[in-house]
């Protein structure tokens, strides 16, 4: 299986700041790299797909980059709605697989 | 406009069986891959497995492998996850996903427990 690793697991931040969460894929996944946000008691929402492609409606706020094993989300001025966990998944190949999820608190 | 619906919650005993569903809307339900994600209480998200409706091409992680069935009826465009028994282990927010994760269903929590 392919292993995702998301850092950083948790981080704080105020209104305004830009944000970066990292994810690493164990082997090459080209740009088979998605990007969700879920908030508490919701189901997750997609963000981005194929690494860098906005999903229709997503604010342009979002933006996903890399490609290979090195991925990164920034948001590039956080919002009160941004407060939420963000996950990576990889689909290049079976099992599909999740990072472990960034928590994006209220400092 | 894409929508998945799913069946409510459970609450279920263990060593029961259940079939919970996910009703696709909106697109052509036989052309696209469809599969469910695993969520349990206050833990990341979990990739169970998919399924293409139209040839019911089906493919598993192997973490559950064994433990689950994926499989889809193309005739009311629903797709199902089902459990022979259940443990007290599998209780979870269940989410079905097109595709690769485009669109979520709602979710539905299972609950087992004696």
């Known amino acids: 299986d392919i292993q995702m690793t998301q850092s950083p697991s948790s981080l704080s931040a105020s209104v305004g700041d830009r944000v970066t969460i990292t994810c690493r894929a164990s082997?090459?996944?080209?740009?088979?790299l998605a990007w969700f946000q879920q908030k508490p008691g919701k189901a997750p929402k997609s963000l981005i797909y194929?690494?860098?492609n906005l999903q229709s409606g997503v604010p342009s706020k979002f933006s996903g980059s890399g490609s290979g094993t090195d991925f990164t989300l920034t948001i590039s001025s956080l919002q009160p709605e941004d407060f939420a966990t963000y996950y990576c998944?990889?689909?290049?190949?079976?099992?599909?697989?999740f990072g472990q999820g960034t928590k994006v608190e209220i400092k | 406009e894409v929508q998945l619906v799913q069946s409510g919650a459970e609450v279920k005993k263990p060593g029961e069986s259940l079939k919970i569903s996910c009703k696709g809307s909106?697109?052509?339900?036989?052309?696209?891959?469809i599969g469910w994600v695993r969520q349990k209480p206050g833990k990341g998200l979990e990739w169970i497995g998919i399924?293409?409706?139209?040839?019911?091409?089906?493919r598993y992680s192997p973490s559950f492998q064994g433990q689950v069935t994926i499989s889809a009826d193309k005739s009311i465009s629903t797709a199902y996850l089902q459990w022979s028994s259940l443990k007290a282990s599998d209780t979870a927010m269940y989410y079905c996903?097109?595709?690769?994760?485009?669109?979520w269903g709602q979710g539905a929590l299972v609950t087992v427990s004696s």
């Open positions: 082997q090459g996944i080209s740009n088979y």
């Open positions: 996903v097109y595709t690769s994760g485009d669109y």
């Open positions: 909106g697109y052509s339900f036989i052309s696209h891959w």
């Open positions: 194929a690494a860098s």
């Open positions: 998944q990889q689909y290049n190949s079976y099992p599909w697989t």
């Open positions: 399924i293409h409706p139209g040839d019911s091409d089906t």
